[in-house]
Structures are given as C-alpha cells and as structure tokens.
C-alpha cells in the first residue's frame, strides 16, 4: 500500500500521475485516462493509502481507489515539499491556536453544521473533543499530520461536548470491531452514552451536495447516520480529566441537548463549551429534540462566572475566542433576548417541527433541502 505522500507543483508545470495497478503490476499513464497533464495553476497532490486526490484550479478530484499511485514531475525545477511546507491536506484544516491545542475542520463538509474538532496535548495524555462528522476518517488524519504517532502512543480520551451527530459521527473511527484503537477511552456525559446511534437524538441530517470528496461514487447522505461505539465511559458533572500538564473539570451545562458538556481548565483558562456557547448573530440552539430554553439560560449563567478566569474558549462552532468582551457579548446576546412569547414560541413551534422534520427525513422518506432550512429558523 502506499505511503502517505504529499506536496506542491509549481505554477505551470507538467507533470503526469501513473497508477500502478497493485494486482496486475501495469503502469498506466495517467494523463492519458482522465488527466491533462497540464495546469496553469499550482496544483496539490497527496496519496494516501489507496486515494490519490489531485487539487487543482480549486476543484478536487480523487482518483486510484484500489491501486498505486506515482507521480512523474515533467519539468525541471518541480517544487517538492523539501523544499516547501506541504500543502493543506484535502480534507481537514488543521490550525495550532496555542502551543499544543489544535483546532481541526472537516473540509469536506460544506455545512452550516460543520463543528469545530479539538485536539490538545497532554504531558501524559492527550484530548481530543468531538470527532466531526466522521465521513472520512479522523484518526487516520491525526497520524498524517504527526499528532499521533503509532510507535509512542500515548492514551487518550475522546470526549464528546454532546451527542449530535456534527460532533459524535466520527467517533466510530476509534474503535473496530468491538476493539478500541490505541489506548483510547470514549467518554460522553452519562445521559447520551446510550443513544449516541439514536437518529433523532443525534439530529442527524447530511445533505449530498454537503459532502465533497465523497468518499465513494456509491455514497449517499441518505445513509449517513452516527455509528455507536461499545465501552464508552458515562461522564457527570464534577469529574476530572488528567492529561499530566493539564487537567479538565467536566461540567454539566444542559440545554442544547440533555447531556451537553463543557470542559474546564482552570489553570491555563481554557474552556470548550461544545455547542452551548459559540459566537453567532442568530441565537443558540435551544429548540432541537432534547433542548431546553430554560436549562441552557441556566448553563449560559453558569458560564459567565467562568469568564473572568479563561483566556481562551474552544467552541463547537465558529471561531476561537480570545476577547473576554466578545465571550461575554455571545452569552449576553443570548440572554438578552429572552422572553415569555419566545420561549413559548421555540417550545411550541420550532421544537415539535425540528422533531417532526428529522424523523420524518430518517423513518419516512429523505425530504427536499429547503425543508431542513427550516430547522435553523
Ligand atoms: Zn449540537
Ligand atoms: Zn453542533
């Protein structure tokens, strides 16, 4: 199989990608199956395993399932990443927002749902917290970009802000039949540890013009839905998790979703808040099957003591936050807003049609687009 590999060529360059066949050893030229040759632009190539995704011209293209892929520069003074940093990986974004705290975005998923994946480096542990959609794979991304290495693997526990699927579809990744990978520990607040293959309790929705790259011709959003894992560990309000250098206390802030989670660490100020608190110009989400208005003023509350003492907050969605003014201004605006006719209106109007469309999309028949639309208003 082929090894990862990855890098640039220079602004108008030929070059040539050859499949090797790995059953019947035959170089095919590539360029003269589906590829020009020739691009204007920089183009970007990684292989990985049996993928081969070319980038060019903004359009992504994935080619070699199942065989070995070479690429033949044409031209001398072909950049390679010896010289360079390697190009952005196809599929995720990577960004290192602190000395060892990453903030990871699945790419691939062009959503109002796309959710922000975290991954910090402990002295003895690592964290990761929430695990995307899980479409393509997460774990395998991790051992790409070197954040996990295979030889000295370090344990480490993948916590879940909640149970939605933007944020727990891609756990499975961490566990095989029935085994978990490396030294890892699954952990989601103990209200959601049972139904994190619930359908409506995960509000799974993926939409095919959402997903690009597929990671087949055969795949379909329609199918999408969150796998559950086995062994997954019940978490309550007050635990601690250790990393060696950095320790998280668990807080229980419900009302996004019954289980909803936010992690705290004193000590350096940081605070992951999941999907309870991000900066938006429309209001949080406290309409979804689970939801509570009441119980997320509650958790909003209880996060605005926190905020003299954090520096920095990871949130589900959206942008890092660095400013204390803007954490405040997102829980204020939220707040602010409260009233007896809204309150009644998301309990008696968005609610039962969020609960009406996503279980009619999953157990009747796949509805339209603009349909789901409806879900945000
Ligand atoms: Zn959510
Ligand atoms: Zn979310």
Same mark, same amino acid.
């Given at each position: 199989?082929?090894?990862? !590999? %990855? =890098?640039?060529?220079?602004? *108008?360059s030929r070059f040539s990608l050859a499949f090797r066949s790995t059953e019947k050893s035959s170089l095919l030229p590539f360029s003269s199956l589906v590829w020009p040759g020739f691009c204007t632009n920089p183009v970007s190539y990684i292989a990985s395993h049996n993928t081969t995704i070319v980038q060019c011209h903004g359009r992504r293209r994935i080619y070699g399932r199942g065989s070995r892929a070479e690429i033949n520069c044409l031209k001398r003074g072909i950049v390679t990443n010896r010289q360079h940093p390697p190009p952005p990986h196809p599929l995720f974004h990577c960004n290192e927002v602190r000395p060892g705290v990453f903030w990871i975005e699945e790419k691939y998923f062009d959503s109002w749902n796309r959710a922000n994946v975290f991954f910090l480096v402990g002295s003895d542990r690592d964290l990761l917290t929430d695990t995307?959609?899980?479409?393509?794979?997460?774990?395998?991304f991790l051992h790409a970009k070197g954040l996990r290495h295979r030889e000295t693997m370090k344990p480490m526990d993948v916590v879940l802000t909640h149970i939605h699927f933007d944020h727990s579809g891609g756990v499975h990744h961490f566990q095989d039949e029935g085994k978990i990978h490396e030294r890892v520990e699954i952990k989601i607040h103990e209200l959601e540890a049972k139904h994190l293959s619930h359908p409506l309790k995960t509000a799974s929705w993926v939409m095919n013009h959402e997903v690009w790259p597929k990671p087949s011709p055969q795949w379909n959003a329609q199918s999408y839905k969150v796998q559950g894992v086995a062994n997954v560990s019940p978490l309550q309000d007050g635990k601690t998790i250790h990393l060696g250098d950095k320790t998280f206390q668990v807080l229980h802030v419900p009302g996004h979703s019954p289980g909803s989670i936010a992690l705290f660490d004193e000590n350096h100020g940081i605070l992951l808040t999941g999907d309870t608190l991000y900066q938006t110009d429309q209001e949080?989400?406290?309409?979804?099957? =689970? %939801? %509570?208005? *009441?119980?997320?003023?509650? +958790?909003l509350f209880r996060l605005h003591e926190l905020i003299p003492s954090v520096d920095l907050i990871l949130p589900g969605h959206n942008a890092v936050l660095y400013k204390r003014d803007i954490m405040l201004q997102c829980i204020d605006r939220h707040l602010s807003r409260r009233s007896w006719s809204r309150t009644f209106? *998301?309990? !008696?109007? +968005?609610?039962?049609?969020a609960i009406a469309l996503l279980g009619a999309n999953h157990y009747v028949v796949a509805l339209p687009e603009a349909l789901r639309e409806m879900l945000q208003t």
């Open positions: 199989m082929l090894k990862h !590999m %990855s =890098g640039t060529f220079k602004e *108008k995307g959609v899980g479409i393509f794979n997460l774990r395998e949080l989400i406290d309409w979804y099957p =689970g %939801s %509570s208005c *009441k119980r997320l003023e509650h +958790s209106a *998301k309990t !008696m109007i +968005s609610k039962p049609r």
